[in-house]
């Protein structure tokens, strides 16, 4: 847990809107109950890193059932990139797409998370979700079609034949 424990955190702060505090906290129960239960973990053989990931998830969706609904954050996001030449219009980009990320549904945030940001496929999402693999693509669709909009982005044409 110690080596992915960066990891987690990564994946914490994003299902968290990058409220690092939060965050912080989320890890912090996801840890303790690993280790209450490690012993049944490593006796079943199963994967420390699956199982904690599944502990992020459903404290993520509790707390997200605590919360009332975080008001509406704007995305206007000042042109700096003219101004000064260096890195700004990249943070300005990852700064849209953060805020576009946090004003996503829950269960539409936690698909994109685990999808792009820690790599899961359709499965084993669906797996960490406790639902099918059309429900997790129905809400990756509506995910990114939601952060396209939100940062004024228009959305690709669809390839044939193409599989999310």
């Not at 049944?40 to 707390?63: F, H, K, S």
């Not at 000064?84 to 797409?97: F, H, N, S």
């Not at 004003?103 to 539409?108: A, I, S, T, W």
């Not at 939601?146 to 004024?152: N, S």
């Amino acid at each position: 847990m110690q080596a992915r424990s960066a990891g987690l955190f990564r994946t914490a702060l994003l299902l968290t809107g990058q409220d690092a505090a939060e965050a912080e906290d989320l890890l912090q129960l996801c840890l303790e109950r690993a280790y209450r239960h490690w012993g049944r973990i490593t006796r079943q053989g199963g994967e420390p890193e699956r199982y904690a990931r599944r502990i992020l998830v459903n404290a993520a969706n509790d707390r997200w059932r605590r919360l009332k609904r975080r008001p509406e954050r704007s995305l206007d996001v000042a042109d700096t990139a003219s101004s000064v030449p260096d890195r700004a219009g990249e943070v300005a980009d990852r700064d849209a797409l953060t805020r576009a990320l946090a004003d996503l549904p829950q269960r539409q945030r936690l698909v994109i998370v685990l999808r792009y940001f820690d790599d899961m496929e359709m499965a084993e999402i669906a797996v960490a979700l406790g639902c099918s693999i059309g429900t997790v693509r129905s809400h990756l669709s509506r995910g990114l079609s939601a952060m396209r909009q939100a940062i004024g982005e228009e959305a690709p044409e669809p390839r044939e034949g193409a599989r999310s």
